[in-house]
């Protein structure tokens, strides 16, 4: 496997780009030395970080082992029988296909999210919220004040009622458009997520935008 090099010098999109293999440990020392230089330095990434692996917790605990069908089973059992002599079929090779095809019996898969509860500490909102330069908000600031922050480490927030602000998982695109896009500062938007109390943090699942009002 070609090793990971990690583009210098590090930013926050390069930050997140990279993220999910610094947070898995699989980076040489000194690529994880860059992110992590620049994770010290970055209060945004920070949070960022944060959230992305208390996310990886909860999927790897909703992680099952799926059920290989009796015919899969069979198809895997006659291909181990036929590669029972590598020698003869090619050796190494056939005993990595054989080993690759065993592993298709025990390979985890992601549960479907149940319709009340669709992972532990999650629930489902659904309601109109305020989008919000979060870090502004909890600052204090005003929407005007906000909309004319230029700070690219800023991620918008959803406002639910006075104060309480949310943060998004830019997980998805519409997620992602919430979290980053600058100008729809002070829209009004009806989300359907699944809000995580704990964190503080929605996981957006849909997204429309209220009509922009005259300024």
């Known amino acids: 496997m070609r090793a990971v090099v990690v583009p210098r010098p590090v930013d926050c999109a390069v930050f997140r780009r990279f993220v999910h293999a610094f947070l898995a440990e699989e980076l040489a020392e000194g690529e994880r030395l860059a992110l992590q230089d620049h994770l010290d330095r970055c209060p945004a990434c920070a949070r960022y970080a944060e959230v992305e692996a208390s996310f990886e917790r909860v999927l790897r605990a909703r992680l099952v082992r ?11 059992r006659a291909a181990l029988a036929a590669e029972s002599a590598p020698a003869r079929r090619g050796g190494l090779w056939a005993s990595a296909a054989a080993a690759l095809l065993l592993s298709v019996l025990a390979a985890p898969t992601l549960a479907k999210l149940p319709r009340q509860a669709p992972v532990e500490g999650a629930l489902r909102l659904a309601r109109a919220a305020t989008v919000v330069d979060r870090d502004c908000a909890l600052a204090g600031r005003t929407l005007c004040q906000q909309r004319l922050c230029t700070n ?64």
Not at 66 to 76: C, G, M
């Open 66 to 76: 799926a059920a290989a069908p009796e015919a899969l089973r069979a198809r895997v």
């Open 152 to 215: 690219p480490q800023h991620m918008n927030g959803l406002q639910i009622g006075e104060g309480y602000v949310l943060a998004i998982h830019p997980d998805r695109p519409r997620a992602a458009e919430l979290c980053w896009d600058r100008a729809l500062r002070g829209r009004r938007v009806h989300v359907e997520a699944l809000y995580f109390p704990a964190l503080g943090v929605v996981q957006v699942v849909q997204a429309r935008l209220a009509p922009a009002a005259a300024m």
